[in-house]
């Protein structure tokens, strides 16, 4: 699959449980995002990366961690989560400049028993 | 902070009728503005941008500083056009959506 691609695509966890989510993209972007999408509210941003430095964090909770390893990749480690997590998790990136756009993942669905 | 709102959560046409998505956006400064669409089964995708003053699918989006507005427009609406639409602004490298606009064109 080319463009924004996240795994997995599902995933159920308990409030007790530590997981990773994964995106990566080969388009030559080097601004990466995770957005969460919850029912009937705008997507919020959470986490913005640029050449793998974060650049911002939009008061997320701690219990969400943030990784980017290098510009292709980025993940977002759960720990301690709440039933309220749950949601749409969509990773995005862009090539920052005049033209910039965002190119969108599937995204993972999160829930949290 | 930027706000951007979609006041219609659910907007109902039939086929070959004007459709409107309305989205207003608080913002200091000159804002960029896009429409972003995620049609059933896939990823959401840009539509189009003010930037561009581009017509993509029929749809044109014109930006009113004196509104602050950045309404959605096609003059005829087709079926495979029923998607979810949402407006979204950028500062820096920082893109802030809508809630969103289900629009559902009936045959």
């Known amino acids: 699959e080319t463009g924004v691609t996240q795994t997995p695509r599902h995933l159920v966890m308990g409030m007790t449980n530590k997981k990773s989510l994964k995106c990566e993209q080969h388009l030559g972007h080097n601004a990466m995002y995770w957005y969460k999408q919850s029912a009937k509210k705008p997507l919020e941003l959470m986490f913005v990366?640029?050449?793998?430095?974060?650049?911002e964090n939009n008061s997320v909770p701690s219990r969400f961690s943030p990784e980017c390893p290098n510009s292709s990749h980025l993940f977002l480690h759960l720990h301690t989560l709440q039933p309220e997590d749950s949601a749409l998790y969509l990773c995005a990136s862009s090539l920052p400049g005049v033209n910039e756009k965002l190119f969108f993942g599937s995204g993972t669905q999160l829930s949290v028993l | 902070a930027q706000r951007v709102t979609q006041p219609e959560k659910l907007l109902s046409v039939f086929k070959g009728a004007p459709v409107e998505l309305k989205c207003n956006y608080s913002?200091?400064?000159?804002?960029?503005l896009f429409w972003y669409v995620q049609y059933s089964r896939q990823r959401l995708q840009l539509l189009l941008r003010?930037?561009s003053r581009e017509s993509i699918k029929g749809f044109t989006a014109d930006l009113n500083k004196g509104e602050t507005s950045f309404h959605l427009k096609k003059p005829f609406a087709q079926e495979e056009d029923s998607a979810m639409y949402y407006c979204?602004?950028?500062?820096?490298?920082?893109?802030?959506f809508g809630s969103g606009t289900k629009l559902n064109v009936k045959p």
């Open positions: 990366y640029n050449f793998k430095e974060q650049t």
């Open positions: 913002y200091s400064g000159s804002p960029e």
């Open positions: 003010h930037i």
């Open positions: 979204a602004s950028k500062r820096v490298n920082k893109f802030y």
